[in-house]
């Protein structure tokens, strides 16, 4: 059997990241702990002879893999590796906010050595997957992902009509800028942005939440099961629309009359946690800190 190794990846338009990245496969290679591998594109910048593509990491090739970015980067790396059965990443923030990295640049070479003595725990994470139905009701599979899908308009300042169906049901029919299905790991990305809801990742749900829908069109956010088929119909002739995939995989030029078909993906995605609570983590990278003193009381009339 293949030992199992350690795997770096990084993006690549930032020096710091890249440094990071050197330094902590010299910190791995020093422990004699596993093999190392390096994503192939960083790899003749370290090492050459350790270069692994992504998509050949596997849970039974692969301890775990080391993400140092942000949300981006690890996003690019959850959807890059083996998605019938993943490894675990652990996600090293050297950015801004990056709410679902665990470690940062200063806490990580701690947090190695955890993870190498057994300290930490997965979160197992659900993807949705997407689809398109062309009017010759040809499905064409479009990709899975980890955070949410949006159809927009592919016209600047031209709204969608649209019409969604759940499970084969008739729920609404609205104008609208767009519209973003997320799934709970999402929930604190654009979806939140949009006015959606925070989802704690333990609920398996996916979430509706309509950007700029007419006055009247009835469409709220809205949470669902994750074993629910969302159909999403383009109405409008002559205006066609545009898919993005997790902000990074684009689908231009969606045909008027098309369906887009978005329902629980087979593929998951595992991260590395330690012992920080979630709501910590939230309030921390996302609700934030505002200094309210303590004796703060209403003016007596």
Do not use: W
Not at 80 to 91: K, M, N
């Amino acid at each position: 059997m293949e030992e199992k190794s350690i795997a770096l990846a990084c993006r690549m338009d930032s020096e710091k990241a890249f440094a990071l990245s050197k330094k902590l496969f010299e910190f791995l290679v020093k422990k004699r702990a596993q093999v190392v591998y390096l994503e192939t594109r960083i790899a003749p910048k370290i090492l050459p002879t350790s270069a692994r593509d992504l998509s050949e990491m596997s849970s039974k090739n692969t301890k775990f893999v080391l993400s140092i970015g942000g949300d981006g980067t690890l996003l690019r790396v959850a959807g890059s590796v083996d998605q019938a059965d993943p490894p675990p990443i652990l996600g090293i923030n050297i950015g801004s906010v990056g709410f679902l990295d665990e470690s940062n640049g200063r806490m990580i070479f701690d947090d190695v050595d955890k993870i190498l003595n057994g300290n930490y725990t997965v979160e197992t994470c659900s993807k949705i997957s997407t689809s398109l139905i062309n009017e010759k009701k040809e499905e064409i599979k479009l990709g899975n992902c980890l955070n949410e899908v949006l159809i927009v308009s592919s016209k600047n300042s031209k709204v969608l009509q649209i019409a969604i169906k759940i499970n084969g049901v008739h729920l609404n029919r609205s104008y609208l800028d767009g519209v973003i299905v997320s799934t709970s790991t999402g929930s604190t990305a654009y979806n939140l942005s949009a006015g959606g809801a925070i989802v704690h990742p333990s609920l398996n749900v996916m979430q509706i939440v309509p950007l700029n829908p007419f006055a009247r069109s009835g469409l709220k956010p809205l949470v669902l099961p994750m074993e629910t088929v969302i159909d999403v119909k383009l109405l409008r002739p002559r205006l066609s629309g545009r898919i993005l995939l997790d902000g990074r995989k684009v689908f231009k030029d969606v045909q008027p009359h098309s369906i887009i078909r978005i329902r629980k993906s087979n593929s998951i995605v595992k991260f590395i946690r330690f012992n920080e609570s979630y709501y910590r983590r939230l309030r921390k990278k996302i609700i934030g800190l505002v200094p309210i003193p303590r004796d703060d009381s209403p003016e007596e009339y």
